[in-house]
């Protein structure tokens, strides 16, 4: 047994699991606008289009597959428009008061 594994380190909760920095910062707020974020997810759509086009090539032009490459051109397009709408939002930008709060009062 290496000294490692008897040994919490950094990387680990407290239960001696290793944590995943990337899966943590995704789940972080403000995430979506980190560029290795955004890359990831480019590729992954880019992916899904390449499959799409292998489809549509070897279905010989299925008017499904050709509604899913819409579909899909339309939910990257959508991912990208949102992005770039929460890059405009100033970082120290106040959120709303909490309803709730106000009602005690």
Same mark, same amino acid.
């Given at each position: 047994m290496s000294a490692n594994s008897q040994h919490p380190t950094q990387g680990t909760d407290p239960d001696?699991?290793?944590?995943?920095? !990337?899966?943590?910062? +995704? =789940?972080a707020p403000g995430s979506s606008l980190?560029?290795? !974020?955004? =890359? $990831? $997810?480019?590729?992954?759509f880019?992916? =899904? $289009?390449?499959v799409f086009i292998a489809l549509a090539i070897l279905t010989k032009g299925n008017p499904h597959i050709f509604v899913l +490459?819409? +579909?899909e051109?339309? $939910?990257w397009a959508s991912v %990208?428009?949102?992005v770039r709408e929460l890059q405009k939002v100033p970082p120290n930008a106040s959120e709303p008061e909490d309803i709730? %709060?106000?009602k005690r009062d």
């Open positions: 001696g699991v290793e944590s995943n920095d !990337f899966v943590s910062n +995704i =789940l980190h560029p290795t !974020f955004q =890359l $990831l $997810l480019d590729l992954a880019a992916m =899904l $289009l390449c +490459i819409a +579909i051109g339309c $939910l %990208k428009w949102v709730t %709060k106000e």
